[in-house]
DNA sequence: GAAAATCATTAAACCGGTTTAATGATTTTC
DNA sequence: GAAAATCATTAAACCGGTTTAATGATTTTC
């Protein structure tokens, strides 16, 4: 590879020269920029941009620092979320270091990575990495919130919690406590917000939780997703148990119309449906159109990659933003 | 941030020796292992990334580069194969350096990017970034066949004509000739290796393909491609004209799914459908089943990565490969 | 037409690591 | 117990750019 000192040499100019040209940082006269642009493209010389970034201090990357697991696939959600990240960067001219490479705890395997600012998904509580980029002094958005939360740092997030007080809250004024709650795996701290949120619609209305059954989605018992709402309407149904049904997602929500359909039972008509995600987009396709929330997936994202834009350029910036979710009503819900 | 040699000063110790115990190519005794670990976390020292890669040139990170138009969502097909490219990376230790960027062309905006090799999706015709990639040294693994094709050039890519090839024979073996075909975008080079495998079909088989009807995805025309089935069937549909369906997507044919469904059409009683993808897999969700073509997209991600591995070790590999898809049949065809 | 001001370019230091060859201390050998 | 071998550490060069202060050439000023 040729190399910015091959070029001056070349085009008898100092490295400095070349450096101007190419960053265009300093005026370099006509001739001069003409012979060197034309001895670079000769030996084929590009500017390192590890070289560049050692000098001044700037990749023009961003980090997304995201869990993989290995045997579940991303879920809409996530993609959905990241779709508004790439999106927001691209559009400010930063590029994406996605990270999803799970953290060793030896102090020598951590090193500052070649980002102006960090993304993290899903922190941990008391995650120590929040701290180790502020030592790096490395700007840092999270999407999901801080466990303990901490005024100092920026994050984006959904309120679960509230948004599942809602459909309960929907529910009941639609004559609907007998409930089966397909929420996502228990070991989800939005699982664990949304089962929650349902518990305090159905203390603020006075009525019993009794008749509100919980399960919850689990890799080994279900293949995916839409597998769990089939597999668990079919299996847990009596007759006069239900009056409604709530699923974790959209695709949950079409394995239950599956096996509602095999059950002989009419969605609205005998059972009502409602999912907290629409993360496939599913909900306006299937039939009866489904009522849903909406999570702004893509919102999230966007937004977090805003604030780290802002946070990059200054870093004494915080922000916090709570992403409204809403209820969009269609057909698959009746009142009792 | 302290560096290196604050460091070294602070632990009484060359820069050197800080190096050894970080890096661990050379042994450092214990005790002065020791003392600079612990000198290390005190002043809040990581090492940088940037100026390792430039040292040993190496950054354990690969591109990506990936076109991303504002007004389209990414498909399930994209979605699918670069989760491919991640997960396969992410197994073999490696980062992604997401690069959605659009190209300039402007000489002095190159640079060579902090990665130790490039997949680069659906190159153009001509592209000249294969060309500067390979000036730059820096391994490239192509997704979508180059155009020219050349010998020294590494890719994988479905082969799409005869994937549609193989639809239609299946579909002519069952008495179907008269064929709405709902092909991608026209602009794809997708769509037109689909269309040619099609008549190719017709052509061996001795049929007239008269009585094919091909249309094309409009971003204009349809809000999204499930509405792209709903209208074309709903708008194109006169009783005897067609008996079979072909569409591009799962997402395609559920529109069209709803659209039989209101034209009191029954599916695969009067109509047979069948999809050429299905990226949302919603194929084993519908009613009835969806018979479709499985197109591997994410395998294709994890191949493009593990070639690309491979040529990262030794840039004089080249590997060409085809991923083969499947025809999955399910319930949505039958025998005229 | 000499002095002052402007302009284009350069030499050298710097960004923060790694690596090679040399050095000095310690251990082994006989 | 001196010579040889081994071991741990260091000084200095290097990776490939950017930037500052200095320099020399050119233009402007009066």
Redesign the pocket.
Known sequence: ?????D??KAA?????????V??K?????R???ERVLEVAKGLG????H???S????KTMIAGLKMPISKDSVMSGFEIQMINGVIREFSKQGYRLLLDTLPEHDDQTQF??DPVDGVIMLNPRKQDPRIERYNQMGIPLVLIGRPDPIEEKISYVDNDNRHLSLQVGQYLINHGHTAILFLNSSADMTVAIDREHGLAEAFKQSGRSYDRVHVMNYSRRKHSNPTDYGYVSLKSIYEPNRFTAIITDTDRVALGVMRAARELGLDIPGELSLIALSNDATLAQEMTPALTSVELSAEMLGTEAAKILVEKMKDVDIVEQKIIEAKLVIRDSCRLL
């Open positions: 590879m040729a190399t910015i000192d070029v001056a008898g100019v100092s490295k400095g020269t070349v450096s101007s190419f960053s940082k300093r005026p370099i006269s001739p001069v920029t010389y590009y500017p390192s590890v070289a560049r050692l000098a001044i201090k090193s500052i």
